[in-house]
């Protein structure tokens, strides 16, 4: 796939781009959606969140790699995950495939990858983590989201961020 499409879409829907791709590997792997559904709310936020800081705190505690880490809620002072989540959680990724914590991360990485910023130009650093995640879906012979309903979201609007927009209208699993 030619990055070229995405450098007039903004940064909002270059990430929900990345979400997207999270739902078809998700799909792919036929893991129950339903389990899933809690991670994917989150994820879908960042369409609509005016701070970033909650999106990307909360991010950050569902990535399994960070999560796992610990073995009792108890062990870490979680910021946005309830002691529930955290059990939760810690129980749907014991058998996880790897991608998951990979697109979660590579996810994360892209949200956070133009933070507290204007975005300049076609905003390349972006690009570039989203090329990470297309070459990472396209290795592991996942298929690619359609990108057509990610092309009204212009660059050109909120200072390339782009505006808000409820991103839970593209899931897949929502």
């Avoid at 796939?1 to 450098?7: E, G």
């Avoid at 690619?144 to 839970?168: R, T, V």
Wanted: proline letters at 2%.
């Amino acid at each position: 796939m030619k990055l070229d499409v995405f450098k007039n879409i903004s940064f909002r829907g270059r990430v929900a781009y990345g979400i997207s791709c999270f739902e078809s590997a998700l799909i792919a792997l036929k893991y129950n959606l339903d389990e899933w559904k809690f991670i994917v709310n989150y994820l879908w936020e960042f369409t609509s969140i005016q701070y970033l800081d909650e999106w990307s705190d909360t991010v950050v505690e569902l990535i399994p790699e960070n999560l796992l880490e610990f073995k009792t809620f108890e062990e870490e002072e979680f910021e946005r995950l309830s002691k529930d989540e955290f059990i939760y959680l810690y129980n749907l990724y014991q058998t996880n495939d790897g991608s998951i914590d990979i697109l979660l991360r590579a996810i994360y990485e892209l949200g956070i990858s133009r933070a507290y910023t204007v975005i300049e130009g076609y905003g390349e650093s972006s690009l570039k983590s989203l090329e990470k995640i297309i070459d990472f879906m396209i290795e592991n012979k996942f298929p690619l989201p359609n990108i057509d309903p990610f092309l009204g979201f212009s660059i050109e609007e909120n200072s390339g961020w782009g505006n808000k927009f409820d991103g839970i209208s593209l899931s897949n699993i929502l």
